[in-house]
């Protein structure tokens, strides 16, 4: 008897896994059809998908595919040039690229594997998501229409694609899955888990602290119940002791990665509404029924709408287990009180030292500087929260599951609930569809570099070299040198080694001072300041100097060479005529180079350039009206500031600027 009903359980388990993957399956082919499967078909990574950030992951990808075979793996050579970076910082799943690079010799000129990647994650998110509902329900179809809440949990469809990587929370199932299985069993040495824990480092390091705290959980309570403390210790040290080696096998540790977002821990923390705010990121509305909330600041990135379902299914069951089995509720809690605990932990560490409720910051808690720096190593904060989340979809679950004893009461009950959940977040997932419709057709996210100056470019360059700041339309520019074959120093990745990138473009500034030009390095100034203060020593080297503009904004271009080439009405040349116009400078004082308690004072960065326009100036001309200059204030290093007699000088925002000298 004992046999047949093993036997039966396994097949129980191998049906759920099967059928939960097929539900992933579905949705996936529902949201995007076939077209992502097709590996030669990169529109939709060219063209973006509600961010840009899929161009990052695809960017990365090119660049590790033509850098040459080393040791770490994933670093792509031609990315934070000369240096090189791991592609585990333009999030291209350093599994897959390390892979896929041996392969390169045998694969089409384009290929691109996020799509079958994220097509595999959402099979394992219903594939585990059935494996650990089953653990509570008996029968097959009760834990599949629970599987619908795991398969189309908001959470996981808000990263889908957008930050592809991120789409493998069934790491978070799997590892609840063998907490609730090891609590049961009094177990821990399971290898599926030891092993779990490994590969996250190995897709995206965010996931590693999640696991962790489930596997710590599983094993501080082992050791407590047991009072036995050394297998649990040994078991976790061996576990990180691999997953820090993974982590180095695939760059992860490779120089030294400082620089990313000026955002520190607490700018993307959880907001207190998360739970039941459906405002996705880009004003995506997730919610057919509640409405979306105000948030503060990057509380967007630390989005946990639950949806309908799941909150009204949380709610009646606390309200029948806490008012009917309040004992029964309350050890339940105590039993799991090391997940309770490290749950906790998670919780305080989205929410962060900055306390937001709607549209306010409620509370900004002292943090020693030392700690606000550690934990920026994980600075979207709000996204540990996430298995907390996963918990609470599988406690309304399981509490819609022991409101009865009737198997066919708890299926209808738990269709109910799936069928709330899956009309609430509709309007989510039918703008998901479109936008990825839009991705690869229209393009979400269409490139600027339009000029006919980037043709002429094409093959005339080694490199690309960023000389401030970020470039205007980064990511179409990385691919740009990807295509290419270039190499570039521009900082696109999430991290890159910002204390070398200045080192380096002191040295070019250093040189272009001295008239020094490489001719086969193409430069790039984010801000025209900069240009200005640059240009001067070498335009009459036969260098093409000027300004390119987009749709996004404008290059600044110094383009070796290039004197003598035909280009469009977009460039615009460094020369006698080249326009002046005030500096796009914004603080407490400024907004875009106007002074704000005057508006009557403009703001230009000091340059040969703009002293020899301003200082023999009376007044400036804008769209045919002129200003009478007052004032030229050069006291402030770095900046000249002029004072007109203008009513409101906020009209020059981004206009062309012509000078009337004084008269002699």
Known sequence: MHIMITAAARHRERLLLLCGAALGAVAFFLIFGFSPLDVTNDAFCRGGYIEKDIQQHYAGWLFYRQSGFSFPLCIATNINAPQGLSVAYTDSIPLLAALFRLLSPVLPDTFQYFGWFTL???????????????????????????????????????RVFRHTSLSAQFFLLAALYYYCKG???????????????????????????????????????????????????????????????????????????????????????????????????????????????????????????????????????????LFHHPTAFWRTLCHHWTLCLVYLVL?????????????????????????????????????????????????????????????????IAITCMAAIQLLDIAPGLVQRHQAFDQAQTTQAFPSTLTSSFWQQAEGRYASIVSMNGLQTDALHLALYAADHGMSTNDPFAARYDAAALETQRETYRQELAQGILREDTLYLFAEEGAFLQAVEPVKDSGAWCGRIDGADGSWYVIAPGMAGCSLDEACIPYDENYPLRIADYTDALWNKGVLDSTKKTVCFADSPFARQKLEDAAAITANGQTYAIIDLDDSDPGWLMVTLNIEDATVLWGQELETIPCKN
């Open 120 to 158: 595999l994650c959402l099979m394992a998110q219903g594939a585990f998501g059935a494996r650990l509902l089953g653990l509570f329900c008996q029968g097959v179809a009760s834990p599949l229409m629970g599987d619908l809440l795991f398969v189309f949990s908001p959470v996981l469809w808000e």
């Open 183 to 321: 609590f049961r069993t009094n177990r821990f040495a399971f290898p599926g888990l030891f092993a779990l824990n490994i590969l996250t480092i190995t897709i995206h390091p965010y996931f590693v602290p999640m696991t962790y705290a489930i596997t710590f959980a599983l094993l501080l309570h082992h050791a407590v119940a047991n009072r036995k403390w050394l297998y649990p210790g040994l078991w976790l040290g061996a576990d990180l002791a691999l997953t820090v080696a993974a982590g180095w096998v695939f760059g992860l540790f490779y120089g030294t990665a400082t620089g990313g977002s000026d955002a520190l821990y607490g700018y993307f923390g959880m907001n207190l509404n998360s739970l039941w705010n459906p405002a996705g990121v880009n004003g995506v509305d997730w919610s057919l029924i509640l409405p979306m909330q105000n948030q503060v600041g990057g509380n967007y990135d630390a989005f946990a709408y639950l949806g309908f379902g799941v909150l009204c299914g949380l709610v009646l069951c606390l309200i029948v287990h």
């Open 347 to 411: 919780t305080a560490f989205a929410v962060s030292h900055v306390i937001t409720a709607n549209g306010a910051t409620l509370a900004v808690l002292p943090l020693p500087a030392s700690l606000i720096k550690l934990f920026s190593v994980f600075r979207s904060g709000g996204r540990m929260f996430w298995p907390v989340y996963y918990l609470l979809i599988l406690c309304a679950c399981v509490g819609i599951f022991r409101l009865s004893s009737r198997k066919r009461v708890c299926c």
